[in-house]
């Protein structure tokens, strides 16, 4: 959301590599093929919107479609 809003390529790039981490990360294995990573170092399923699977679904999802997020103005981006 960042990239768009300022149009800088540096942000793209950054963006970019960050999509990649993200589905580099995607676990099939796991119950929402994201888990959390907690302080202590494990990892859990965690569905939730600013930790979790949803809330990296709807990032990927944000970054791959050139639709404006609506799902973000829960969160005063918008």
Do not use: I, K, M
Not at 2 to 16: H, I, L, Q, S, V
Not at 27 to 51: A, I, K
């Amino acid at each position: 959301r960042f990239a768009a809003d300022t149009g800088r390529p540096e942000f793209d790039c950054a963006a970019t590599d960050l999509v990649g981490q993200l589905v580099a990360a995607f676990e099939p294995e796991s119950t929402f093929g994201y888990r959390n990573l907690e302080p202590s170092g494990v990892r859990v399923n965690h569905p939730g919107l600013l930790d979790g699977a949803a809330g990296v679904s709807l990032a990927l999802l944000a970054a791959t479609t050139a639709a404006e997020p609506r799902w973000d103005r829960v969160l005063l981006l918008s």
